[in-house]
T-cell receptor, first 117, second 113 residues
Framework: GAVVSQHPSRVICKSGTSVKIECRSL??????MFWYRQFPKQSLMLMATSNEGSKATYEQGVEKDKFLINHASLTLSTLTVTSAHPEDSSFYICSARFRAGGHNEQFFGPGTRLTVL | GDSVTQMEGPVTLSEEAFLTINCTYT??????LFWYVQYPGEGLQLLLK?????DKGSNKGFEATYRKETTSFHLEKGSVQVSDSAVYFC????????????FGAGTRLFVKA
């Protein structure tokens, strides 16, 4: 199946700094990518939908100025957590929409664990 | 709005036991239904899916049947292994309107040797 990568896999940062997480579709082009957040022992909550070449669509309650999303190319979306605080510590997972030849699937990245001290 | 409800865990079984994880959904129309598995420290992997009523998804010994009349998509496996220990998420996705996937809360499975 199609592969989605995330970088970094783990990051530890100090409170007040910004952290960028990359999501790449390695062997297909993705016009749409999604960013999820997962708290310990909880489900995935959709944060935003990232569309190549346009502004991201954020879910209700997600601060767009805090979680900056850029989908600069058909294979790359980035999530920047600005002025991170300990409550932003979480597991962030991206996914990419794969559309080709009648297939319409969603593939997930391995996740990025963010710890804010 | 759309939602997915699955049984709370954790579920603890002995090796070779029969597994059922219940999942019901609420959605308008005919969504696609999925089971994903998450191993410790990893992202999600698609386990199986069904796209229309009465479809049966199957993979690695796991099965689930799309039941429109009961709005359910229960996951079953006849004989679990220690390596099946993971968190299982039931999910739905509408086939129109944004391609969003809605997840259940997840059920943690422990399989003892």
């Amino acid at each position: 199946g199609a592969v989605v990568s995330q970088h970094p896999s783990r990051v530890i940062c100090k409170s007040g700094t910004s952290v960028k997480i990359e999501c790449r579709s390695l062997d297909f082009q993705a016009t749409t990518m999604f960013w999820y957040r997962q708290f310990p022992k909880q489900s995935l909550m959709l944060m935003a939908t990232s569309n190549e070449g346009s502004k991201a669509t954020y879910e209700q309650g997600v601060e767009k100025d805090k979680f900056l999303i850029n989908h600069a190319s058909l294979t790359l979306s980035t999530l920047t957590v600005t002025s991170a605080h300990p409550e932003d510590s979480s597991f962030y997972i991206c996914s990419a929409r794969f559309r080709a030849g009648g297939h319409n699937e969603q593939f997930f990245g391995p996740g990025t664990r963010l710890t804010v001290l | 709005g759309d939602s997915v409800t699955q049984m709370e865990g954790p579920v603890t079984l002995s090796e070779e036991a029969f597994l059922t994880i219940n999942c019901t959904y609420t959605a308008t129309g005919y969504p696609s239904l999925f089971w994903y598995v998450q191993y410790p420290g990893e992202g999600l992997q698609l386990l199986l899916k069904a796209t229309k009523a009465d479809d049966k998804g199957s993979n690695k010994g796991f099965e689930a049947t799309y039941r429109k009349e009961t709005t359910s998509f229960h996951l079953e496996k006849g004989s679990v292994q220690v390596s099946d220990s993971a968190v299982y998420f039931c999910a739905l996705r509408r086939n129109t309107g944004g391609f969003k996937t809605i997840f259940g809360a997840g059920t943690r499975l422990f399989v003892k040797a």
